[in-house]
């Protein structure tokens, strides 16, 4: 059984910083295209951050780029979101999301994150 655990989340200043973990554990035979994802409340669920693993492209929210970086660590099935400068409008529940395959010639599968809370006080 596959499953997405994130930590790192957490109470800063404005200005501070936080680093996100998003691992992957199971049986993983390769890992996909991940993202990282923020919903604040009453809003909807926007991506954040997102990293394709074949290219090792990524993309960025206007609204984080310069201030947000996302990598990951293949061998470990670790993903990382490493946030800067933090603002009160980055408060959020952050979710990771995972395209996973358990086994060659297996499907894709999505997987989601339970979430982790940023609190950003001003």
């Known amino acids: 059984q596959v499953q997405l655990v994130e930590s790192g989340g957490g109470l800063v200043q404005a200005g501070g910083s936080l680093r996100l973990s998003c691992a992957a554990s199971g049986t993983i035979f390769s890992a996909n295209t991940m993202g990282w994802y923020r919903q604040a409340p009453g809003k909807q669920r926007e991506l954040v951050a997102s990293?394709?693993?074949?290219?090792?492209?990524?993309n960025y929210a206007d609204s984080v780029k310069g201030r947000f970086t996302v990598s990951r660590d293949n061998a470990k099935n670790t993903a990382y979101l490493q946030m800067n400068s933090l603002k009160p409008e980055d408060t959020a529940v952050y979710y990771c999301?995972?395209?996973?395959?358990?086994?060659?010639?297996?499907?894709?599968?999505?997987?989601w994150g339970q979430g982790t809370q940023v609190t950003v006080s001003s």
């Open positions: 999301n995972w395209d996973l395959r358990a086994r060659p010639g297996g499907p894709s599968i999505n997987y």
């Open positions: 990293m394709s693993n074949i290219s090792g492209r990524t």
